[in-house]
C-alpha cells in the first residue's frame, strides 16, 4: 500500500495494486502499534538494522507520523514511545491509505492473487488466478511475511532458511501454571546464548511478554523442541552483580532471622515465587530464616540470579512475523531494487528483516515500501 502511494512521484506512472482479499492491509487491521524515534527503532532489528538504515532515515517513523496525520487520522504516543491511531482501529490506518491510493488514481484489483511473475527482456508478465496476464515495467513484491518467496525464486533470488519469530517460549517444567501473571518490570533473560534485559511475564506455559520475545526472535532459526531443549535462565536482579547481590541476600537473612524461608523470600520476591523457590532449591519452605546452611543460602542466591527453567517450544504471542525471506545481499539498499533482477523491487516481511515487537514490523514496511514505489516510480 505505501509502496503504491508513494509511486506518485513519477506522475506518468500507472499503478496497479493486486490484493488476493476482498479488502487491504488484513495483518495492519490486526497489528498493534507504530513505533516513534529512529535512532531507537534501529537498534531494534536483530535481522536487517543496517541494510534497513537509507530507507529508515527517508522515511523515519516521525514522518511517517505525519503521513498518516496529513492523511486524517489522529495519533497518540503511549509512554513507551508506541504509536497508535487514537481510535484504536487498524482499519483506519488502512483506509487513510486506500483513500490516497483512489485519490492517485491506482487501480485496486481485489481477490485478484497473482500466480506467476515473468520476465522477458524488457517487461515483467503478471499472471492472476483468473489467468489474465498484466504487463508491467516494474514490480514490487510485497507479499509479506509467509507469501511471495516462489516469485522471488523464479526470478532468480534465494531464500534464506525461514524461521518464527515473536513468540511466547513453553517450558518443560509443570510447576510454572503456579506462576502464571507474575510479571518483572526488569529481569535478565538468558536463552542459550541469548540475553535480553526488560519486562517478562510467566504464563500457564511458559514465559512471555517483550523480552520473552525478543529472545524468540534471536533463536528464531534455533531447533526448539522436546527432544532438543534450550535452557533459560532469568536474573531477578540484573542490577546487582552476583556478588553484590549476595551480600544483600545475606545481610536480609540476618535482620530477618525469625521469618520462616517462604515468608523472608516474600520481602524480595512476588509471592507465588516463594514456595517455589524453596522446592526448586530443595530447602524445606517452613525453616526459619537464621537456621539456613551456608550451603542452602548459596544455592538460594544463585537460584534467584540464575532461575533455571527447560524451553521445549514456542507458542503464539501478540505479534507473529516470519525471520528469514529474500537475501538482502541481493536487494539493493538504496532503492529496493533486486540486484539480479533490474525492475523488480522488494518491501516489508518478505525480505530478510524483522524487528522485535513494538511497531518495528510496520515501520520497517513503511520504509522500504515508501523507498520502493519511490525507486520504482
Ligand atoms: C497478529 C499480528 C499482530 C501484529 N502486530 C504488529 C504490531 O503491533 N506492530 C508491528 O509493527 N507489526 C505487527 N505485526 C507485523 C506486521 O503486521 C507485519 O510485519 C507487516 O504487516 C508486514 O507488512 P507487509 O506489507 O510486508 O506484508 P503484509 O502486511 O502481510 O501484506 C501482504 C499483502 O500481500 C497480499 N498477498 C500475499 N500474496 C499475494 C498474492 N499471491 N497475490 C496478491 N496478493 C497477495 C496479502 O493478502 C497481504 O494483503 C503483527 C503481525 C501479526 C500477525
Known sequence: MMAAAAADRNPACEVTLFEKNDHLGAKVIISGGGRCNVKEALKNYPRGAKFLMTAMFRFPPEKVMAWFEEHGVRLKTEKDLRVFPVSDDGKEIVSALEKDLR??????????????IAKDSEKFKVTTKDGRTFT???VILTTGGNAGYDFAQALGHTITPLGPSLN?????????ETLAGVSFEKAKLRLGDYERLGAFV????????PSAFALSSYAAHETISEKTPLRLTIDFFPDEKFEAF??????LIQKNQQKNLANF???ILPKSLCSVVPSLAKIDGSIKAGSLTKENRNVLAHLLKEFPMTVTGRSGGEEFVTAGGVYLSQINTNTMESKICPGLYFAGEI???DGFTGGFNLQASWATG???GNSAA
Open 103 to 116: 485519490r492517485k488514481k491506482v487501480e485496486i484489483l481485489f481477490n485478484m492473487a497473482v500466480t506467476k
Open 136 to 138: 508491467a515495467d516494474a
Open 202 to 209: 510467566f504464563t500457564h506455559r511458559g514465559v512471555s511478554g
Open 168 to 176: 511466547s517460549l513453553v517450558v518443560a517444567e509443570k510447576w510454572v
Open 370 to 372: 515508501a523507498l520502493a
Open 246 to 251: 549476595q551480600r544483600r541476600f545475606l545481610d
Open 265 to 267: 523470600l516474600d520481602i
Open 351 to 353: 525480505m530478510d528483516v
